[in-house]
C-alpha cells in the first residue's frame, strides 16, 4: 500500500513542478493557452489515480487508472508545446517531459499487471 501512496506523492510533486515552470515563463497569447491545458493535465494525473485507489472494483480501478495515463500522455504533448515556445527555459521543462513520460509508463505497467 506504501508504493501506492508514493506514487501519489510523486504525481503532486509533479503537478507542482509544472505549476512553478508555468509561473515563470512570460504572459504572451501562446503561453496562456499552453498554461492552461498542461497545468490542467498535469494535475489530473494525480486527482485520477487518487480516485483510482478509492475505486469501487477492479473494472473502476482499471478505469480510473487508463484516465490518469491519457491526462499524463496530455502533459507530455503540453510541455513539448511549452518547450517550443520557451526554448530558453529547456533545462526546466526537459525534466517534467521525461517524468511525464515515466509517469505514463508507470501507469501502463500498473494497468498491464492489473487486467
Not at 508514493?6 to 515563463?25: G, M, S
Amino acid at each position: 500500500m506504501a508504493r501506492q501512496f508514493d506514487l501519489e506523492e510523486r504525481t503532486t510533486k509533479f503537478a507542482k513542478a509544472v505549476i512553478e515552470i508555468c509561473k515563470i515563463v512570460p504572459r504572451n497569447p501562446i503561453n496562456d493557452r499552453v498554461v492552461g491545458q498542461v497545468v490542467g493535465a498535469s494535475g489530473s494525473v494525480g486527482a485520477n489515480y487518487r480516485e483510482a485507489n478509492d475505486a469501487l472494483g477492479k473494472k473502476d480501478f482499471i478505469q480510473r487508472m487508463k484516465i490518469a495515463r491519457r491526462e499524463a500522455k496530455e502533459s507530455h504533448h503540453w510541455l513539448e508545446l511549452l518547450l517550443v515556445a520557451n526554448s530558453d527555459n529547456e533545462n526546466n521543462i526537459k525534466p517534467l517531459i521525461k517524468e511525464a513520460d515515466e509517469l505514463k509508463r508507470i501507469l501502463s505497467t500498473i494497468i498491464e499487471r492489473s487486467q
